[in-house]
T-cell receptor, first 113, second 114 residues
Framework: QKEVEQNSGPLSVPEGAIASLNCTYS??????FFWYRQYSGKSPELIMS????GDKEDGRFTAQLNKASQYVSLLIRDSQPSDSATYLC?????????????FGAGTRLAVHP | SQTIHQWPATLVQPVGSPLSLECTVE??????LYWYRQAAGRGLQLLFY??????ISSEVPQNLSASRPQDRQFILSSKKLLLSDSGFYLC?????????????FGPGTRLTVT
């Protein structure tokens, strides 16, 4: 069974610190990886995508991918209270999956002033 | 730019009543369309996906059904709701061509079955 695993949290960090969110996946054939942010009561919002090993930076966000270890992470620098949300990791289901994504259950991040 | 709409935003329905949720996408053609359900405090469960008009694939057996009568319209239905159908229903779209798999979500419908 294909799985995407995340620590449910909550991950509590002080304002201004770096928040590190982690995700592991089971299918080595996966090629596309995404991070979504979901505020309480709202729908998920795509914030980062990564397709190659290494780091990808976008503003305060950095996604890291290590396909050999089947591991993807999201770093949030200078964390703000407005970053408090649940972060969902999503991985594409390999060929034949009609662009289907498998979602982790999410990590709840709490940034306190 | 692309926009995805869902309605209604909230719905309270008695057990055994029918259901119809609608999703429409603007600004793109031939999208892949998806219905997800998110139970309280849980992850996203894929219910249905569609790669074209009239083409529906079901992911889990249940008393729900989906239809795609037009290229950018996706409908989720039930003839008789169960208590377990309560949840946050999300419609999403992804580009129908290319090799990227990102999905974009609508605002969702919160369904409470009483």
């Amino acid at each position: 069974q294909k799985e995407v695993e995340q620590n449910s949290g909550p991950l509590s960090v002080p304002e201004g610190a770096i928040a590190s969110l982690n995700c592991t996946y089971s299918d080595r054939g996966s090629q596309s990886f995404f991070w979504y942010r979901q505020y309480s009561g709202k729908s998920p919002e795509l914030i980062m995508s990564i397709y190659s090993n290494g780091d990808k930076e976008d503003g305060r966000f950095t996604a890291q991918l290590n396909k050999a270890s089947q591991y993807v992470s999201l770093l949030i620098r200078d964390s703000q209270p407005s970053d408090s949300a649940t972060y969902l990791c999503a991985v594409n289901q390999p060929p034949g999956g009609y662009n289907k994504l498998i979602f982790g259950a999410g990590t709840r991040l709490a940034v306190h002033p | 730019s692309q926009t995805i709409h869902q309605w209604p935003a909230t719905l309270v329905q008695p057990v055994g009543s029918p259901l119809s949720l609608e999703c429409t996408v603007e600004g793109t053609s031939n999208p892949n369309l998806y219905w997800y359900r998110q139970a309280a405090g849980r992850g996203l469960q894929l219910l249905f996906y569609s790669v074209g008009i009239g083409q529906i694939s079901s992911e889990v057996p249940q008393n729900l059904s989906a239809s795609r009568p037009q290229d950018r319209q996706f409908i989720l239905s039930s003839k008789k709701l169960l208590l377990s159908d309560s949840g946050f229903y999300l419609c999403a779209w992804s580009p129908g061509t290319g090799v990227t798999y990102e999905q974009y979500f609508g605002p969702g419908t919160r369904l409470t079955v009483t």
